[in-house]
């Protein structure tokens, strides 16, 4: 799954979710020439909610492990995801890799 579509620095979030619901996160970010794996974790849907519990994180490496965070979903079919995460405005899109 691809989360939010490329922006215009060419970023872009690609999560591989297990069929356990375990996942890793890479960040590509082609104009600085970064791309890597930055977090790995499980996600679970549990009454209408998106639950995500990171497990480790690259990205602050002093960052209290595990952090568990929420989201509503808002929409979900078999292409895209649509939530929006507990005291957050925004809403992110995970969409499925048609490949």
Not at 76 to 82: G, I, S, T, Y
Request: hydrophobic share 40%; no cysteine; proline share 6%.
């Amino acid at each position: 799954m691809v989360l939010p579509p490329p922006d215009k620095h060419g970023m872009e979030i690609i999560y591989t979710i297990a069929a356990n619901g375990d996942f890793t996160r890479e960040t590509l970010m082609p104009a600085e020439g970064v791309h890597g794996l930055d977090m790995t974790g499980t996600f679970q849907i549990q009454d209408g909610y998106l639950i995500e519990t990171i497990t480790s994180m690259r990205v602050r490496r002093n960052a209290q492990i595990p952090q568990v965070s929420r989201a509503k979903i808002i929409h979900a079919d078999d292409r895209e995801m649509v939530v929006v995460f507990d005291g957050l405005t925004g809403k992110d899109i995970f969409r499925k890799d048609p490949r």
